[in-house]
Structures are given as C-alpha cells and as structure tokens.
T-cell receptor, first 111, second 116 residues
Framework: EDKVVQSPLSLVVHEGDTVTLNCSYE??????LLWYKQEKKAPTFLFML????IEKKSGRLSSILDKKELFSILNITATQTGDSAVYLC???????????FGQGTTLQVKP | GAVVSQHPSRVICKSGTSVKIECRSL??????MFWYRQFPKKSLMLMAT?????????EQGVEKDKFLINHASLTLSTLTVTSAHPEDSSFYIC????????????FGPGTRLTVT
C-alpha cells in the first residue's frame, strides 16, 4: 500500500531558529514529491521535486529529494511567526495524478 | 499559477438535507479533478477522482451514494453530500489537474460544511 510518512508531527521553535521537516515515501509509479503549506484554508504549493539531489529554494525555504533512500526534507531558515502552519508532504503516483498525503507537520514559531 | 474556485466557502445545513459544492477551474480545462476531505488537525484524505464525462472513481471506504460526484464539463465538478449527518461536517477541498501544461494540481480554497 502506498504511504507517505512525515516527522515530526509537531514542532515548536523560536523565531530565528532553523527547522528541518522530514518526509519519507513508499509509492509505486513514483513521479514527484510535493510540499505544501496550509494555514487556515486549502494548501498552498511550495515545491515539486522530481530529481534526486537537486535543491529547490524559495527565499528561506529549501527542499531536496533523495530517490534512493525515498525521502525528502524541507528546511526553513531564520524562522518567523508567519511560518507557523501545517506543512504537508505528498507523493504523486504517476498515471492517475492522485496525491497521497502525509500526516502533516504542525510548526509553531514563537516570537 | 492557475486558479481553482469553490462555492460555497462555508455552508451550514440541517441533518437530512443535501448540500452541493462546486469546484471550478477558472483558467484551464481539467479532465480530472479530485475531492478531499480534511478533519480538524488531520491531513487531507482523498475521497474520489472526478473524471469529465465518466463516472467518478471512489477511494476505499467512501460511499458513492452518499457523496455524489458529477463532472459535466471541463471546468466544473460538483460534490453533493446527500442526506447529510453531523458526522459529515468537515472541510472539503477540491483540486484540478492541469494535464496539458504542467501536470500540476491546483487546489480550491475549500468548503467548510457544518451539519446541525
């Protein structure tokens, strides 16, 4: 059965800290790994990763995929209170376009 | 990025009534849309895949007679929660797959359903 597992499930840090969120996956017909940020409404897209070892960056956020070890990490440097959210990792299993989501990591950044 | 809308954003209904939620892709055609359900503090659970012009494909454990899906055009899918019960109260999110440009999924803003 396809599955995506995230860790930790929750995290509390202080502003300025750096955090690393983990996502491992076991998916047949793997096509891509996606990261989303969810605040009060629907998820907003952060990154899509398809190739191993290529880091994607957007401001203070970065992510990388390891297709050999079947995991991805999302790094957030110099965290701010606005980074507080649920971070979701999902795997796209190829032909159908279906996304399989992990449980999410709830990040709380304290001032 | 592409835009997907959902309507209504919030709805309160009485037990036993039916509620229809619309999902529209505003600037691209989507032959495939997905419906998710999210419980408080939980992740997104895929309910069904909505295919334009054909029957929806439901995930295991999702009652197709309870959650009716219609994908009558390339820009609109609807989810109807029939004979709603309080346990159907949830956050329902749709997404639309842009299979032509980049094969990315774009999420709607979600619909908060409360059944009293």
């Amino acid at each position: 059965e396809d599955k995506v597992v995230q860790s930790p499930l929750s995290l509390v840090v202080h502003e300025g800290d750096t955090v690393t969120l983990n996502c491992s996956y076991e998916v047949t017909n793997f096509r891509s790994l996606l990261w989303y940020k969810q605040e009060k409404k629907a998820p907003t897209f952060l990154f899509m990763l398809t190739s191993s070892g290529i880091e994607k960056k957007s401001g203070r956020l970065s992510s990388i995929l390891d297709k050999k070890e079947l995991f991805s990490i999302l790094n957030i440097t110099a965290t701010q209170t606005g980074d507080s959210a649920v971070y979701l990792c999902a795997s796209d299993s190829g032909n159908t376009g279906k996304l399989i989501f992990g449980q999410g990591t709830t990040l709380q950044v304290k001032p | 990025g592409a835009v997907v809308s959902q309507h209504p954003s919030r709805v309160i209904c009485k037990s036993g009534t039916s509620v229809k939620i619309e999902c529209r892709s505003l600037d691209f055609q989507a032959t495939t849309m997905f419906w998710y359900r999210q419980f408080p503090k939980k992740s997104l659970m895929l309910m069904a895949t909505s295919n334009e012009g054909s029957k929806a494909t439901y995930e295991q454990g999702v009652e197709k007679d309870k959650f009716l899906i219609n994908h009558a055009s390339l820009t609109l899918s609807t989810l109807t929660v029939t004979s709603a019960h309080p346990e159907d109260s949830s956050f329902y999110i749709c997404s639309a797959l842009d299979a032509v440009r980049n094969y990315e999924q774009y999420f709607g803003p979600g619909t908060r359903l409360t059944v009293t």
